[in-house]
């Protein structure tokens, strides 16, 4: 091996790897199957009612200069998230209709998990996605916390293998893998659907109704439900960078006159002193083979300016912002117009954005961040490869 | 409280426990491999993916090294990914080409190297540098020739070696 190279690429390795997810349960066809949205946080980029607008998830791989060595992952620990008071519950049994501001809780949950969060989707994510949940799981971070649902609004997505009976509420239990269970009934005409691992008679005997007051933090939803942090614009249309956080979660969305892309995810990023975290990529862009690519990110509050250089080697600078005055931390937003291809017409890289970097007052740099990505294509294929 | 229930199927238990111990055991070598070749987004999906096709195949216990035989189905789903994510490209007219010219770091130089790799190359300089493996071990673990790794390794190594000069 190259001795020279051989302990640098090592280094860089090692802080690639450092970012690995945790390898969460043991997979199975079930988990993949019953609720794709939810179970990758990765893609859950919603786009909304705009067809010009597309939607991209990036995240981003952290490089640091003149980082605080007393700060760790430790420090940025998580908020706990209390359950819901489910004292002031009623039982499921009881309801003969599920009011809007009716949440169904477990009170009995698999050992290891705890509350997550609640979700309640937005008007405007569409017609088909009217419904609200609440997620249970271990909070790792990763993508991979929920473990547990308990969504109103949704049914089984299969035949279901077999019927429970917990007081007078029958359930319709859907076992696509063994150890995974989607368990279906209906309160009036309201579907209810919970989904999870192990065993599910004792959490389908706890569920409990409650009302929006008795949840810990306010629930996750769209656009309308975040506070607006960042502000830019290009070709003389603007784009706002909104933010909402519940407990350890958040969400981000990028809006437009065109819509809204955006999604919720995890709140804790060890070593984020950069993140990149929503954005839009509209075309066409102002001129023939262009784009316009918007991209939005999080920086500490010593940050002064953030250089964000766009793939085809464009760089905006931005004063980072907080409009909202309600965070410690500062928000990015960066719009150009980029060129793209013009020969092949396809992707040399997989983000629009190639780096972005965080400066304070005195011009010095305190972080930057570089996708990963999946880096260029093979130049030839190769076939020998199974 | 009035519980009924029925249907249990207790003759998965034992294959369940396989699928179980063999992500137990090799899943994490298997995801920071992913993570060096795709990233910490993806690490995981396609980790989960490779592992699924593998263990839906009939008789997969009975694997012989069983460890680079995931570590290739991960290798084969990044690539998966790539052309996935190449296809959406081309339809979303994505495609831009980096020209940034940009003197900071060492490390960040180098890590921006590393992201200009592409999957093969990827794979191949994290199994020679991180794991320590020879051209002879790389070529079997992905099942590739010793001269398409010596080649490829080759090529990184330029690139690489660039990126600290």
């Given at each position: 091996m190259n001795m020279q190279l051989?302990?640098?690429?090592?280094?860089?390795?090692?802080?690639?790897?450092?970012?690995?997810?945790?390898?969460?349960?043991?997979?199975s066809a079930g988990v993949v199957n019953l609720d794709p949205t939810v179970s990758d946080r990765g893609r859950r980029w919603l786009a909304v009612a705009a067809a010009a607008v597309l939607v991209v998830g990036v995240a981003g791989l952290v490089a640091f200069a003149g980082r605080d060595a007393s700060r760790s992952p430790a420090d940025e620990a998580t908020v706990t998230s209390p359950p819901p008071d489910s004292g002031a519950g009623r039982p499921l049994s009881s309801m003969d209709q599920l009011a809007s501001s009716d949440w169904v809780v477990a009170t009995v949950l698999p050992d290891g998990l705890e509350y997550l969060y609640a979700r309640r989707d937005s008007p405007a994510l569409g017609p088909d996605r009217q419904s609200r949940a609440i997620a249970y799981g271990v909070p790792r971070g990763d993508g991979t916390d929920e473990e547990l649902w308990v969504e109103i609004g949704r049914a089984n997505v299969g035949t279901p293998d077999e019927s429970f009976t917990v007081g007078e509420v029958v359930w319709s239990i859907e076992r696509p893998e063994d150890s995974w269970w989607s368990a279906s009934t209906r309160v009036g005409g309201t579907d209810l659907n919970v989904?999870?691992?192990?065993?599910?008679?004792?959490?389908?005997?706890?569920?409990?109704?409650v009302d929006d007051s008795n949840l810990p933090f306010t629930p996750l939803g769209g656009p309308d439900d975040a506070v607006v942090v960042a502000r830019t614009n290009v070709d003389g249309d603007i784009y706002t960078y909104s933010i909402q956080e519940s407990g350890r979660y958040k969400c981000d969305w990028v809006t437009s006159q065109d819509g809204a892309s955006g999604g919720c995810g995890s709140l804790?990023?060890?070593?984020?002193?950069?993140?990149?975290?929503?954005?839009?990529?509209?075309?066409?862009?102002?001129?023939?083979?262009?784009?316009?690519?918007?991209r939005s990110g999080s920086v500490t509050a010593a940050t002064a300016s953030v250089e964000v250089v766009f793939a085809d080697g464009t760089t905006v600078t931005v004063e980072p912002t907080d409009l909202s005055g309600t965070f410690d931390i500062l928000f990015w937003i960066a719009a150009a117009t980029i060129s793209t291809d013009s020969q092949t017409g396809l992707p040399v890289t997989q983000e629009s954005v190639a780096e972005v970097r965080a400066y304070d007052r005195e011009g010095i740099l305190i972080g930057t961040t570089i996708p990963l990505g999946l880096g260029q294509p093979d130049e030839e294929p190769s076939t020998e490869e199974q | 409280m009035d519980l009924m229930h029925h249907d249990p199927h207790p003759e998965r238990g034992q294959a369940d426990e396989q699928v179980d111990v063999a992500w137990r055991t090799h899943a994490p070598a298997a995801v920071r491999f992913a993570t060096a070749v795709v990233g910490p987004v993806d690490a995981h999906d396609?980790?989960?993916?490779?592992?699924?096709?593998?263990?839906s195949q009939p008789g997969?216990?009975?694997?012989?090294?069983?460890?680079?035989?995931?570590?290739?189905?991960?290798?084969?789903?990044?690539?998966?990914?790539?052309?996935?994510?190449?296809?959406?490209?081309?339809?979303?007219?994505?495609?831009?080409?980096?020209?940034?010219?940009?003197?900071?770091?060492?490390?960040?130089?180098?890590?921006?190297?590393?992201?200009?790799?592409?999957?093969?190359?990827?794979?191949?300089?994290?199994?020679?540098?991180?794991?320590d493996m020879t051209e002879a071990e790389i070529a079997e673990t992905l099942d590739v020739t010793r001269s398409t790794v010596h080649r490829t390794l080759a090529r990184a190594r330029n690139a690489l070696r660039k990126a600290l000069t």
């Open positions: 051989d302990p640098h690429v090592k280094a860089v390795f090692d802080e690639i790897i450092a970012h690995a997810p945790d390898i969460g349960p043991t997979p989904r999870g691992s192990g065993t599910f008679e004792q959490v389908l005997a706890g569920l409990t109704v804790v990023q060890p070593d984020a002193d950069v993140t990149i975290d929503a954005g839009v990529t509209t075309e066409p862009g102002a001129l023939p083979g262009t784009v316009d690519a918007v | 396609v980790t989960t993916s490779a592992f699924l096709r593998v263990t997969w216990s009975d694997i012989e090294h069983f460890d680079r035989y995931l570590i290739r189905a991960v290798r084969n789903e990044a690539q998966n990914l790539y052309r996935q994510r190449r296809r959406r490209w081309q339809r979303d007219l994505l495609a831009v080409r980096p020209e940034a010219s940009i003197d900071s770091l060492p490390d960040v130089d180098l890590l921006r190297a590393v992201a200009s790799l592409s999957v093969r190359q990827r794979s191949v300089v994290f199994l020679a540098y991180w794991q």
